[in-house]
């Protein structure tokens, strides 16, 4: 029987390849690990999180041996102080006529009542305009609530309001990647369990064109099945989709909306936010039998956006250490 006051630690070899270019080796790595019963697989996630090693694209562990010896991680940063907040939109505006997905009808905005034909119910001077829009309820930044996809989901009256406001919002930076797909290997270095996951693909420089409307990047259905572990509260991509949409299945848009997690899509302007440190809302009306509507998306920032950076094969080195050469 293992003692359940050992602590393991495993020595391996690992060699990392990154989807936006340049290579990772390391010999004699090690790495604190749950037990001697943790695997290749398992090892892998580990190295992968302990080092916050962005935009893998491929990794594999070799020459593995288990070691009884202490744990040497050094444990949770201490917080940072508050700064002050700012605001980031991070919806794009609707227009009249505009264009949000291929076939799909533009919004009609117009008035019910002009300022000039409200001027005869109101005292000299004094005068008011009521708006009048007709459009479908995909238009713009939008969120998908469960009803979207499934008959029985949760519309957009019955999601909780904890599921799109005042989230703590994580950054995953896509921007570069080789290939449309974003896969779970991606997704490994970060936290995102009761967060919002803002997915950062650099698309929406193209709304408003031809070109926003194809090839755009996407989530795949491991990546989602994997986020539907984690349990975050929400997940948003500035794509035309979070789907392939030559994938009749939409399996991303299925993982997460079977499990409660709102989908919101169409943002813009990631490329201000920080990794981390910020507030995201993205509130709908709570419209009872519908699944999806408009929204404006915002982060609120506890200081200036600044240090973005990449960060591409970096890490914060707090359970590992590299025992021999890393090139």
Do not use: C
Not at 71 to 99: E, Y
Request: without cysteine; charged residues 20%; negative net charge.
């Amino acid at each position: 029987m293992t003692d359940e006051n050992e602590q393991w630690r495993a020595e391996f070899d690992a060699e990392v390849t990154f989807a936006n270019g340049g290579a990772l080796q390391t010999q004699g790595f090690r790495l604190d690990v749950p037990g001697p019963d943790t695997g290749e697989d398992e090892l892998a996630d580990l190295f992968v999180r302990s080092l916050g090693l962005l935009m893998v694209e491929t990794l594999r562990i070799s020459r593995t041996r288990l070691l009884r010896e202490p744990h040497k991680g050094a444990g949770p940063r201490p917080p940072t102080a508050p700064r002050a907040r700012r605001a980031v939109d991070l919806s794009h505006p609707i227009r009249h006529g505009m264009v949000t997905y291929p076939g799909l009808p533009g919004p009609e905005i117009g008035d019910h009542l002009s300022h000039r034909a409200s001027r005869e119910h109101y005292a000299p001077g004094t005068e008011f305009a009521i708006g009048r829009i007709s459009m479908v309820s995909n238009t713009g930044t939008y969120l998908d609530a469960p009803f979207h996809r499934f008959g029985d989901g949760a519309d957009l009256a019955g999601l909780p309001l904890a599921r799109f406001t005042d989230l703590d919002g994580v950054l995953v930076r896509a921007v570069g990647a080789r290939g449309r797909a974003i896969d779970r290997e991606l997704l490994l270095p970060y936290d995102v369990t009761g967060r919002a996951v803002l997915i950062h693909t650099g698309w929406s420089r193209h709304w408003g064109t031809e070109q926003y409307g194809s090839g755009h990047p996407y989530l795949t259905g491991a990546a989602a099945q994997w986020l539907v572990g984690q349990r975050p509260a929400l997940v948003g991509i500035d794509s035309l989709n979070i789907d392939d949409t030559a994938d009749g299945s939409r399996p991303a848009h299925t993982a997460l909306l079977a499990a409660g997690i709102p989908v919101v899509e169409h943002l813009h302007g990631l490329e201000q936010l920080p990794p981390h440190g910020f507030r995201f809302h993205a509130a709908p009306p709570a419209v009872e039998g519908m699944g999806t509507f408009p929204v404006r998306a915002l982060a609120l920032l506890d200081g200036p956006a600044d240090g973005h950076g990449t960060g591409t094969g970096t890490g914060t080195g707090t359970t590992g250490d590299a025992g021999g050469a890393a090139v």
